[in-house]
């Protein structure tokens, strides 16, 4: 459990280190120090439902819950909408009604801002570690509503009187697995100094945006929080309009030198002047799309869904979907107590995919409105394409959604991201999505369905602040920074 | 009913007037028009339940309803927040699911801009007439899903891809009094010919403006969507500033001369550049209150609610509240229907009021963030008070919101608002507002409760894009002119 495991380093890992300790020279250095702490051994098992401990079925197996009623429960809904070509179905879904803190502290040392990331393990993790937030709590830790002592750092995110918030937006999570659950994601700067413990590192923004392209490295509640982040502000962006002129090769972003930086891409994605649709039209679009289009929800027995059946070891379906498993976690070193619990799994890789072209000379991205089971408020706004079983619509073209076809394997668009993703390791066990952003030539031109419509990188950002972009968009959003 | 009414205006007041009739050389001229209306003689009487005709209650009196299930319901809600002293309570609240249209069609005509307003009549309104949208319609109306003609206009707002959409937003009814209601707010311009139907005339903002001084004149459906509209958008605003160096006593704002404008107050209130919080820090703030404040609401029989009573012809509660009504409207002209419905009555005046005031030489608009039991999620943007029985509020002290007292008749603030306000007459009985906005001295400095933010009026609109704001602030802010 993602709780129990916070009280666990924080009781033991409270090793005090020097402030400037754990910033380093190389990414080489880094990943070293990475990999280091992998060594600590975590096993985890799939185990059968009645082998969990703590965690049991309702009467007539209605929904599967932990007995303090804390955590989350597994439960069924039954669907329906006038969106997309199947509009009714029944599935079991993830209910965690608190809204969580996903937080990270940055702060400037000699002029360069670092954020402090955590390697953190996570029992779905591919790897076991992936790069983490600062702080990823439940409103039941910091509301201290549980014995325990609270998560480490989490105190700069409860009382920020002392420090500055540069960015706390609600975001959801994600809508086909979870009932509208959505955390405050948060970023500090802080001017103190701060006892960096053990698992904790500085890194910068330009390092993390690095590691974006290693494969399963950066966990989704970092990219949720990443995302948030303006890859360049007005301010730097007026800078890099000025220097253009001198034929610049080299530039410093975010404190940071880059070399290589596609300038070009980077003043089209954020530009405000030029972009095709102004904010009144992409708002009337957005509203035009809620009006019209419908979600029902009503809670179900498990036991009871459709084409779903609760067997010893797992709840499901078609082999094409998601499951519902146990999973144990046992750990050998003495920090680390073993717990039980339920993870959603999926074998099959997803795709999330963004479209992005040059429109009257800036880059546009094609955003699509889509409906999901969980949203809060019928839909939200995702990549243009975004689903759960690539290999699967790989074989079975009829199927395909609508842009799929630009993200196979194609010599006539050039990719920016093409990275596998993980899901979150204490909800989902080892299920992943392929990111890829893909620039199509300006001439390319097709039409585009009612529920698409494209946006400049600061519009998408503007209207991100106002939880419109779902945590798929913002996991593509987050790889996305035009250096090479 | 509304929708009723519709069907019989379309089916009869399609007489066919020249274009540029309706447009008026004076206000004189546009009153006397708007008084020549009211000769349609209708009569609204208060009726017992049991002479509702179609009305009736489901089994236990659980609900008030419709025998079509369309309109609306009257429903008993429990309520529990921890926001406020008072954190747990039952009331009736009415139930709308549908997402209605409230449209005003705009056109330039000579360099001048106008908006087609309508002269209507609603079962509650004072004065029988109230000035209104262009369009008023609900879902069923526009989705066809009765037989019946379509409101006059409603075209222009379902097929716009003849015309060009300036605003098309959600915006939210009154939380305290509807479950869950929005509407879509839309301007659309169009720039050919328009047939002006008899009970329709072209106005300008201006003209509008000054009709927001009048009590109970203009109904709730157009302030909302009026408060949409940019008192002047940034060109304007860049002019202004610009010509404020000629000491300029004259200026020519949205086509239309204003003499006696205050010029320092509107470049105060829209600049952007001098707001003592950036929108980030506002976003925080609002994230902060959304998850801070809880509200959970409970279907229960109107007949349960505690404290309140079905009577024969109200349902009702201690004298300070509101009641259920039933009412009879008969017309004597052949054009309207007779009908029954039932309505939200309230004898007592509320009141609405925002506190303004320059800091750092910008005007800044004192924003409370409130909790209401109908508020779709958990907390909305209110004007600084917001109260619906002023009278007894005067009488006891104890039971007064914070700021009350500055809208109180008081020699030291600047009153630029104070108006009494309708609700909307076809589900509230001659409900009341008295919408008053009060600038305080700049040196005036206290204390704020941790919900309660200054905000420019620029970030208000802003914000307001996104459903932001509740109706009673957009009600005070459609009224704001800083003209004399």
Avoid at 51 to 60: A, E, N, S, V
Avoid at 347 to 363: E, P, Q, S
Avoid at 404 to 427: A, H, I, P
Wanted: hydrophobic share 40%; aromatic share 12%.
């Amino acid at each position: 459990m993602k709780d129990t495991l916070n009280i666990a380093e924080k009781s033991t890992f409270f090793l005090a280190s020097q402030e400037n300790n754990n910033k380093f020279q190389s990414m080489d250095d880094f990943l070293k120090w990475f990999e280091n702490k992998r060594k600590n051994y975590f096993s985890v098992e799939e185990i059968p439902f009645n082998k969990l401990d703590q965690w049991y079925f309702t009467p007539d197996r209605y929904s599967l819950v932990h007995q303090s009623g804390r955590f989350f429960r597994i439960e069924g809904i039954k669907v329906k909408t006038n969106f997309g070509k199947l509009q009714e179905w029944e599935q079991p879904i993830i209910n965690q009604p608190e809204i969580g803190i996903l937080g990270i502290l940055t702060k400037v040392f000699d002029g360069v801002r670092y954020f402090l990331m955590q390697a953190k393990m996570e029992p779905g993790n591919i790897n076991i570690l992936q790069l983490s937030p600062t702080v990823q709590a439940t409103k039941s830790n910091f509301s201290r509503v549980h014995k325990g002592k609270l998560p480490a750092y989490l105190e700069y995110f409860i009382d920020t009187s002392k420090s500055k918030v540069l960015i706390d937006q609600l975001q959801t999570e994600q809508g086909g697995r979870f009932f509208k659950k959505r955390n405050r994601n948060i970023v500090i700067e802080v001017t103190d100094d701060i006892v960096v413990l053990e698992d904790f590192c500085w890194l910068t923004l330009a390092e993390i945006k690095q590691l974006l392209k290693i494969d399963n490295f950066v966990n989704m509640d970092a990219r949720s929080v990443l995302s948030t982040i303006p890859l360049i502000d007005d301010v730097v962006l007026n800078e890099i309009q000025h220097k253009r002129l001198c034929n610049l090769t080299e530039l410093e972003i975010n404190n940071k030198i880059y070399r290589g930086i596609n300038l070009d891409l980077i003043i089209s994605a954020c530009t405000q002047i030029t972009d095709i649709s102004s904010k009144n039209q992409l708002i009337s679009w957005y509203t035009d799309m809620k009006v019209k289009y419908e979600l029902e929800t009503t809670q179900i027995p498990l036991s009871k869904i459709k084409n779903w059946d609760i067997l010893d070891s797992s709840i499901s379906s078609d082999d094409r979907f998601f499951s519902v498993i146990g999973v144990k976690v046992v750990a050998d070193t003495r920090e680390v107590t073993s717990w039980t619990q339920p993870l959603i799994k999926d074998v099959h890789i997803g795709l999330l995919g963004f479209i992005a072209k040059k429109i009257n000379g800036v880059l546009h991205f094609l955003v699509q409105a889509k409906v999901e089971p969980g949203n809060i408020d019928v839909i939200e706004l995702s990549p243009t394409v975004s689903c759960s079983n690539y290999n699967y619509l790989i074989e079975n073209q009829n199927e395909r959604p609508p842009f799929f076809d630009y993200f196979l394997d194609n010599d006539n668009v050039n990719v920016l991201v093409d990275v596998l993703q993980s899901e979150e390791g204490g909800r989902f066990y080892q299920i992943q999505n392929r990111n890829k952003l893909v620039v199509l030539d300006e001439g390319v031109d097709f039409n585009i369905p009612e529920n698409y419509c494209w946006m400049t990188l600061n519009q998408m950002m503007d209207f991100m602040r106002y939880s419109m972009f779902n945590i798929e968009a913002r996991s593509l959003i987050s790889c996305i920074n035009f250096c090479y």
